[in-house]
Antibody, heavy 119, light 108 residues
Framework: QVQLVQSGSELKQPGASVKVSCKAS????????IIWARQAPGQGLEWMGW????????TYAQGFTGRFVFSLDTPVSTAYLQISSLKAEDTAVYYC????????????WGQGTLVTVSS | EIVLTQSPGTLSLSPGEGATLSCRAS???????LGWYQQKPGQAPRLLIY???SRATGIPDRFSGSGSGTDFTLTISRLEPEDFAVYYC?????????FGQGTKLEIK
């Protein structure tokens, strides 16, 4: 069965970096893109962008350029989200999800990773 | 950017009743590329509906979606206790692929 398993919660100081992993299983990793979404405490969902798992090409939504980097380790079917120069407002749950081929809705989601930025 | 506005913000109903949730887009959503997700506290979103009206795998038939253009509806007939959650619509017709702010369906 399709599963996306994310790494555990992180507590980071302002200015630090964090790398969240998303390990896929149960399907051919390069057949479906991986998207990233953010959910700030008590808020709704925000699409951050996606990475083409076949080409490695990332696409970032406005507001998620510069400090946010999507990457892959294809041999281990894992996608990564790295955030640098962390700010308090980056505190959120970050989700990865599988993008359905050819369209941009998301049929399987990771369990989410809470990133807390606090001194 | 297409802005999705969901209403009502909170809907209080009893198990067994029917629910109607609305999602209005600031401009037409091409090809009815509109999805609905359910999110329970502490859990990831779950895909319910895609293409405005197609149920995702394993979704009970008490969930149905309808609409086109700028107005979309999620209908839940005969609410079960496990249906009380937050529901989000999402358009994927044009980038950025935006979500609505959510409707909380709570037990009355």
């Amino acid at each position: 069965q399709v599963q996306l398993v994310q790494s555990g919660s992180e507590l980071k100081q302002p200015g630090a970096s964090v790398k969240v992993s998303c390990k896929a299983s149960g399907y051919s990793f390069t057949s479906n893109g991986i998207i990233w979404a953010r959910q700030a405490p008590g808020q709704g969902l925000e699409w951050m962008g996606w990475i083409n798992t076949d080409t490695g090409n990332p696409t970032y939504a406005q507001g998620f350029t510069g400090r946010f980097v999507f990457s892959l380790d294809t041999p281990v079917s894992t996608a990564y989200l790295q955030i640098s120069s962390l700010k308090a407002e980056d505190t959120a749950v970050y989700y990865c999800a599988r993008k359905v081929w050819g369209v941009y809705y998301f049929d399987y989601w990771g369990q989410g990773t809470l990133v807390t930025v606090s001194s | 950017e297409i802005v999705l506005t969901q209403s009502p913000g909170t809907l209080s109903l009893s198990p067994g009743e029917g629910a109607t949730l609305s999602c209005r887009a600031s401009q037409s959503v091409s090809s009815s590329f509109l999805g609905w997700y359910q999110q329970k506290p502490g859990q990831a979103p779950r895909l319910l509906i895609y293409g405005a009206s197609s149920r995702a795998t394993g979704i009970p038939d008490r969930f149905s979606g309808s609409g086109s253009g700028t107005d979309f509806t999620l209908t839940i007939s005969r609410l079960e206790p496990e249906d009380f959650a937050v529901y989000y619509c999402q358009q994927y017709g044009s980038s950025p692929y935006t979500f609505g702010q959510g409707t909380k369906l709570e037990i009355k």
